[in-house]
Nanobody, 128 residues
């Protein structure tokens, strides 16, 4: 079992930056590929970014590419999502997730159903 706890969300203005953190406990995070997803009010959950177990591969949704950066520190059992140039369309609850199987490609990484563990989410609100 892996427990994931997100933090770092908040209310910011358009153009601001935030860094989300996802701290893991229970098992070492290095065994898992990690992803960030978000869900806006009235919308389905969507993929944001993902990173392989050794940080060698990253994927991003087109809507955040060039603005968001996913990273991880396996020694700290923590994954990060640096979000720059935020806009109101980035508003939502952000969830981190862990995927235990070795297969990691763009199809698998972007599919929330392939992840094994989820955090409780952290709210990000961007005002215009």
């Amino acid at each position: 079992q892996v427990q994931l706890v997100e933090s770092g969300g908040g209310l910011v203005q358009a153009g601001d930056s935030l860094r989300l953190s996802c701290a893991a406990s229970g098992r070492t995070l290095s065994s898992y590929a990690m992803g960030w997803f978000r869900q806006a009010p009235g919308k389905e959950r969507e993929f944001v970014a993902a990173i392989s177990r050794n940080s060698g591969i990253t994927y991003y949704a087109d809507s955040v590419k060039g603005r968001f950066t996913i990273s991880r520190d396996n020694a700290k059992n923590t994954v990060y999502l640096q979000m720059n140039s935020l806009n109101p369309e980035d508003t939502g609850v952000y969830y981190c997730a862990a995927k235990g199987l070795a297969l990691f490609n763009i199809v698998v990484a972007t599919d929330g159903g392939r992840y094994d563990y989820w955090g409780q989410g952290t709210q990000v609100t961007v005002s215009s």
